[in-house]
């Protein structure tokens, strides 16, 4: 897992609005980018909620909020919609980000090992280098963590 101070990696991933989006296109702006496993689940809907509720503050601190996950566009498409998110979520159905970022790890689940995406956070600053690393993200309360953070 990248680690604070590394230089954030960049990226293009297809988001919710249909564009293609990098992480150079928020350069100047601290930049909170959460991966998380599952569009529409209890816990990824807790967390997105949470960054959801906690938009106003995020954005007077000049950051922006990016979710991805391996979900598909038309998956991220219909969890915005339901729950009223308010950000961008990106699709990484490779997982090469996920890769990059070094979130996707063996999970074991009643005794059959699967790659899968662990939950983590990483607020990235103006420049482009990672500020503050939270891994193994507990979703309820998250968004108060990056906000005191931020």
């Known amino acids: 897992m990248l680690k604070e101070g ?6 293009r991933l297809k ?8 992480l150079s296109d928020f350069r100047g702006r601290k930049v909170v980018v959460y991966f998380y496993p599952k569009d529409d689940t209890p816990g ?13 503050n995020i954005s007077s601190k000049n ?7 391996r ?9 915005k919609s339901k729950y009223g998110l308010n950000f961008l979520l990106l699709s990484d159905p ?14 074991k689940m009643y005794g059959k090992s699967s790659m899968g995406l662990q939950r983590s ?5 103006e420049k482009g280098k ?3 690393v939270f891994p193994k993200v507990t979703p309820d309360g998250h968004s108060m963590e990056v906000m005191q953070f931020i």
């Not at 590394?6 to 990226?11: E, I, S």
């Open 15 to 22: 988001g919710d609005d249909g564009k293609e989006h990098s």
């Open 130 to 132: 990672i500020s503050k």
């Open 44 to 56: 990824c809907t807790t967390e997105a909620c949470g960054f959801r509720d906690s938009m106003e």
């Open 94 to 107: 490779t997982s090469d980000v996920c890769r990059k970022f070094g979130v996707l790890v063996e999970k």
């Open 6 to 11: 590394d230089r954030a990696p960049d990226f």
């Open 71 to 79: 979900d598909s566009e038309d998956s991220h498409r219909r969890f």
């Open 121 to 125: 956070t990483f607020i990235i600053d």
């Open 63 to 69: 950051a922006v909020v990016i979710g991805i996950s």
